[in-house]
């Protein structure tokens, strides 16, 4: 090899998208260089790019090309290994062809555990134009605490400017978020990951039971492609999916990781600023994302491939769909202190204008992830109202009764709690989410 070929190849960059990555140098085991690579970083037309234009160590790039795996069975053999063997696996397989996905919240242990393995890593995050001011400076802050550079990937700004001039600036507020996430996500994401073979993400079992309660530690990802193109050309890591957010958690806080300033201020689920806020006691902690949507909204689509066919039945309101078409799922709340209402016994409790008995009903769904969050405490009230003289009730309302409860019954989104006076027949909502036992009894106090 001519000398002029080696000090191409020596600076070469590595590639994410349509953005050059300026490359640290390691030493043998992994370790940063002090002296930093001389680089340029410059704009790339995508449409230039060719698949040779990525670099890879040579060694990890002949283990890709030639090593065919079964990534179903290195899931399963993975399944019980720590996150940091798992992060030390996806490293080792995929060398500069994989980046870890960060969103500026807890997931700063994928960082972590990728420093501890002492192999070289990158990391890209989403810079939507949305994101608080704790989050911009947070990126800044794990940038200097690791000593890397985070791969920003941005929107394109004809797509943002159509999208702000023709619906405004909280158009998602009036109809979804989904078109938002779609211009200021989504389409940045895939034009990324079509310059990787394979991604790491954060995503937990534990974090949306609607979607992500099955994830494996390795996938074939089912949504996006990778520098490859077509189906099974991207493989998408997930080390944490086991782990507890309390794990999490006090991993962070053993290896003194530096966090987002939100956390300390309720924020839990970390997004754009205008559909992120702070959970509240009882509350499941993607109830802080776009709160004024049914819990079945609550992926942006960046983990689209989560949503199975059953799912959509979910969020349809019909539950798991059977080869009959017919439809069950686990109910919640069941106790001996709560009674469950069919649709002519919330009727008739509508027309009553004189009660001999206050009521406190739940409209809810069982598959709805807030839902399930709230029946301990919802189960522990209506143990302490018995023998009271409120009654405690239940009203399915999902499916065929939704528009139902829409019309007659104020649901707007699950779970909604309605209480019915003994002399009223106007039925009052429950106004807060707060959803623990000592807030639902001020309000059931406050009102019987």
Not at 69 to 78: G, I, K, N, P, R
Not at 165 to 172: A, D, E, M, Y
Not at 376 to 405: C, I, N, P, T, W
Request: one cysteine or more; proline letters at 5%; hydrophobic letters at 35%.
């Amino acid at each position: 090899m001519e000398a002029d070929e080696r000090h191409d190849m020596k600076n070469a960059v590595p590639q994410i998208g349509s953005i050059r990555v300026l490359e640290r140098p390691y030493d043998g085991i992994g370790v940063k260089l002090s002296q930093p690579r001389r680089s340029f970083v410059k704009p790339i037309n995508a449409a230039e790019r060719q698949h040779t234009d990525s670099v890879l160590p040579h060694i990890a790039s002949e283990a890709i090309q030639t090593e065919a795996v079964d990534f179903e069975q290195l899931a399963s053999q993975l399944e019980n290994a720590s996150p940091l063997q798992i992060m030390d696996t996806a490293l080792a397989k995929f060398g500069n062809d994989i980046a870890i996905a960060f969103s500026g919240a807890e997931d700063v242990a994928l960082i972590e555990y990728a420093r501890l393995t002492g192999r070289p890593f990158r990391v890209f995050s989403l810079d939507t134009g949305r994101l608080n001011p704790e989050t911009y400076r947070y990126f800044d802050a794990v940038e200097k605490h690791y000593g890397i550079h985070i791969e920003y990937v941005f929107p394109d700004a004809v797509e943002v400017q159509g999208l702000v001039r023709s619906k405004g600036l909280f158009s998602f507020y009036e109809d979804g978020h989904q078109e938002c996430c779609r211009v200021r996500k989504v389409r940045p994401l895939r034009r990324a990951l079509k310059g990787l073979r394979a991604w790491i993400t954060g995503q937990r079992k534990d974090q949306s039971p609607g979607t992500r309660s099955e994830i494996p530690v390795v996938q074939v990802d089912p949504a996006f492609e990778g520098i490859e193109g077509g189906t099974g050309s991207l493989i998408k890591w997930n080390p944490v999916a086991n782990m507890k957010g309390n794990d999490i958690w006090n991993f962070l806080r053993t290896m003194n990781v530096p966090v987002n300033s939100l956390h300390s201020q309720g924020y839990i689920s970390i997004g754009c600023e205008p559909c992120t806020r702070a959970v509240l006691p009882g509350q499941h902690e993607r109830e802080g994302r776009w709160w004024w949507e049914d819990a079945k909204a609550k992926e942006c689509g960046l983990h689209k491939g989560n949503i199975k066919q059953q799912d959509d039945a979910h969020l349809n309101g019909n539950g798991v769909v059977h080869a009959n078409g017919t439809a069950t799922v686990t109910d919640i709340f069941n106790s001996e202190n709560v009674i469950s209402l069919s649709r002519t016994g919330i009727e008739n409790l509508i027309r009553l204008e004189n009660r001999r008995k206050p009521w406190l009903v739940v409209l809810y769904a069982p598959w709805c992830p807030y839902c399930q969050a709230m029946e301990e405490s919802y189960v522990d009230l209506a143990e302490k109202l018995a023998g009271s003289g409120v009654k405690v009730g239940k009203f399915r309302a999902d499916g065929d009764q939704k528009e139902f409860a829409k019309h007659e019954l104020k649901l707007g989104s699950f779970p909604t709690i309605l209480f019915f006076p003994e002399h009223s027949s106007q039925p009052i909502k429950y106004p807060s989410e707060k959803r623990d036992v000592d807030s639902l009894m001020a309000f059931v106090n406050a009102l019987r």
